[in-house]
């Protein structure tokens, strides 16, 4: 193990994925961590959480110098929300995401990918707030790497009646196409599935405040309506390997990806290891 792992107070090494819980990543493609988030990190998230939609900025971050939210009716996702509210990036940067990540997905080191912050208002007739059925990697094609994953955090406790993330079992190892994240069928996927053969095994997620899922970049996932009294707050955490770079195309095309426009260039190629954008969380660069 990397020493420098106990050195931050804020690693708590009997918190950390132990050999059993990396095989059940690896066979399931997600894990459920302890609580590893402390109240206090969760309670300022959800200050800025309000701050953001407030339009109350530490920095602009991508937005221009006159961004205001627009909140709609429906599921709310902003990226890069951490680049803009000092608490969220403090979530974002607690230690042991990265921590935890580098475990799960064996890597050297673990980089920011981006953030989406997500806030899913309690069901009513046409709320659109569902989260279809999809993979990360699908929107990922730009990467070399296949171990990215996503942390996800919630600001509370989550149940499927709330509309909790749920996973397909073992679907990172499926070739699926056609999902999409914001599509509001959760329906059809299942009997595509089984029409396939494929062993279709839907887990949706119970957990307390400060757990955190973790899913693998191929494993599909989704969420049904919030049907708890009070709307669905959460972060996920989209992140990488430091190893991963973007993925050149033989005809010299870069699948499209909001990263490619932020990043700084190098020799027309995007720099995912750009810290402003991707800033390391755990462990070497590569
Ligand atoms: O918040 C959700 O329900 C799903 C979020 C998601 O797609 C993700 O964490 O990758």
């Known amino acids: 193990m990397d020493s420098s792992l106990t050195r931050d107070p804020e690693v708590q090494e009997s918190l950390l994925p132990h050999s059993e819980d990396i095989q059940f990543y690896r066979d399931h493609g997600f894990w459920i961590s302890p609580q590893i988030i402390p109240d206090e990190v969760l309670d300022a998230s959800e200050r800025g959480m309000q701050r953001y939609y407030g339009g109350d900025l530490d920095s602009t971050g991508i937005h221009p110098p006159d961004w205001k939210p627009t909140p709609g009716e429906g599921l709310r996702k902003d990226d890069y929300s951490s680049m803009c509210v000092d608490e969220l990036a403090q979530l974002v940067h607690h230690p042991m995401i990265g921590t935890t990540a580098a475990r799960l997905s ?10 989406q912050l997500l806030y899913k208002p309690v069901d009513a007739p046409g709320t659109r707030a569902n989260v279809g059925w999809h993979t990360d990697r699908q929107y990922w094609q730009c990467c070399t790497s296949t171990e990215m994953l996503t942390a996800w955090v919630a600001f509370h406790d989550v149940t499927p009646e709330g509309g909790s993330v749920s996973f397909f079992d073992g679907s990172h190892r499926w070739e699926v196409t056609g999902l999409d994240f914001f599509s509001q069928d959760l329906d059809g996927l299942e009997a595509i599935a089984r029409e396939q053969g494929l062993p279709v095994d839907i887990k949706p997620t119970t957990m ?3 757990q955190v899922s973790f ?34 195309n033989e005809d010299g095309t870069i699948a499209p990806h909001s990263n490619n426009d932020l990043t700084r260039q190098v020799e027309g190629v995007p720099d995912y290891t750009d810290e402003r954008i991707c800033p390391l969380l755990w462990g070497r660069p590569a």
Do not use: Y
């Open 215 to 248: 899913h693998h970049c191929r494993t599909v996932h989704g969420s049904g309506a919030n049907r708890s009294s009070e709307p669905r707050r959460s972060i996920a955490i989209h992140l990488q390997p430091t190893t991963n770079r973007a993925r050149v």
């Open 106 to 115: 064996d890597a050297p080191g673990i980089r920011l990918w981006h953030d």
């Open 208 to 210: 307390k405040r400060g």
